[in-house]
């Protein structure tokens, strides 16, 4: 594969983002243009933007396994991490329960949320997360107290890509009558998930990680569940959300979701032959480890630490290669510290600094994972003949940690 500038990139990174799908942006165009109203307006313009929205709503619920009037349509995962939430301690506060349960390993919209709390009174426990990248629901069953108001839990990891067995996770919250929220945004679409099947009480998704635009996701919250406004205003989100709804966005991310949905099966079996020859292909270099559970992950993610190695320069000598990856979360990456979900599964900083996770989409070609074995393997190589802490193990001066 020839590797100039002019070729395309080879983009792997599609748990940062993804590129939007042409139905998503068919999809939003004709409310950019003709049909531009305010769903609040009464008058015919308006009416035929406020119909887009309860179809796009009712769309979603079918779904997700839920009814129309449970999705509450946020600005994306963020928005509806941090609305599940601050709800549950709301309900929880009134009745005298301050205790949530969570993993150390969640993603920063929930662990902040959840340290404004505890500054606020909330305890917090944040279970450990096993070296495999998982949680048991005994773990959760173990946890929960008398006090406990909410346990919030992703539904798969956007680093390690570990799946949660979340349905089980669910009945151990509904048999203990404990709010069960989990944040699905890189499951959905990806994933089958059903709310009232796996005893999801709330669920936050974002279209941006399913090929729809940025700046859209939903709260889908099980009827009698009280949310609390983070967005004081007009009565729009049967008066949940105000402002005015991002109608070009909901009905892109909505024709995002039908089309990523109707393919999970055919997209599992693809990218699950693509995730397996990078898998196999790493593992050739040595003093590498895989992340995560190999039989529980997504089939989009791939994440490796390589041991005497910064992820920062593999990415960047990996980005001159037309290799667009990720090390860690998009958030962390600019900064210091290692990967906290790298630390939560117990892999010590030196190791935690080498990572470097893939993630997939269904436009990736097996021949741009052939050219990728490639050329990790020789940035690797590079990088560690020029590590003096490479020098130090080869040496014996310090003891390798992987194999
Ligand atoms: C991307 C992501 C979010 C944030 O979603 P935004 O729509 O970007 O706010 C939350 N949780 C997880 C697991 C994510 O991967």
Redesign the pocket.
């Known amino acids: 594969m020839d590797c100039t500038n002019e070729r395309r990139k080879i983009y792997l990174d599609n748990?940062?983002?993804t590129k939007m799908s042409e139905a998503a942006i068919k999809a939003m165009l004709p409310y950019m243009d003709g049909i531009y109203g305010n769903p609040s307006s009464l008058h015919s313009v308006g009416q035929e933007a406020n119909e887009a929205l309860t179809s796009a709503r009712e769309r979603i619920a079918k779904i997700l396994g839920c009814e129309p009037r449970e999705i509450t349509f946020t600005?994306?995962?963020?928005?509806a991490?941090n609305q599940a939430i601050i709800s549950a301690a709301r309900l929880g506060e009134k009745k005298g329960k301050k205790h949530i349960i969570s993993t150390a390993f969640?993603?920063h919209?929930?662990l902040h949320t959840l340290n404004k709390l505890e500054k606020e009174g909330f305890e917090i426990t944040l279970l450990d997360v096993h070296e495999n990248g998982l949680i048991t629901a005994e773990q959760v069953r173990n946890a929960i107290r008398e006090d406990t108001c909410l346990v919030t839990m992703?539904y798969?990891?956007?680093e390690i890509g570990t799946v949660q067995p979340i349905a089980e996770i669910g009945a151990v919250c509904r048999e203990k009558g404990v709010l069960f929220h989990t944040?699905a945004?890189?499951a959905v679409g990806h994933l089958h998930i059903n709310v009232k099947e796996q005893n999801i009480d709330m669920l936050?998704l974002?279209?941006?990680?399913f090929h729809g635009p940025?700046?859209v996701?939903v709260l889908c919250a099980r009827k009698g569940i009280l949310l609390t406004n983070l967005i004081e205003g007009g009565a729009q989100e049967r008066g949940k959300r105000a402002g005015t709804e991002n109608i070009p966005a909901i009905m892109g991310m909505t024709a995002a979701l039908e089309e990523a949905c109707a393919k999970i099966d055919e997209n599992a079996v693809r990218l699950t032959v693509l995730r397996d020859k990078l898998i196999v292909g790493l593992s050739q270099i040595p003093h590498s480890v895989l992340n995560g559970d190999y039989g529980h992950r997504l089939p989009s993610n791939v994440s490796f630490c390589f041991e005497g190695i910064e992820g920062e320069s593999l990415l960047l000598l990996l980005d001159d290669k037309g290799i667009c990856a990720s090390s860690g979360?998009a958030c962390t990456s600019g900064s210091l510290d290692p990967s906290h979900v790298l630390l939560a599964i117990g892999r010590v900083h030196d190791i935690a600094h080498g990572s470097l996770r893939l993630s997939l989409s269904e436009e990736n070609t097996e021949e741009e994972i052939d050219y990728t074995i490639k050329a990790v393997k020789e940035v690797v190589a590079y990088l560690r003949g020029i590590s003096p802490i490479w020098r130090d193990l080869v040496n014996g001066k310090k003891e390798f940690i992987t194999k």
């Open positions: 748990a940062a983002t600005s994306g995962g963020s928005e991490d969640e993603h919209a929930v992703m798969a990891n956007n944040d945004v890189q936050s974002s279209a941006h990680k940025k700046g996701g979360s």
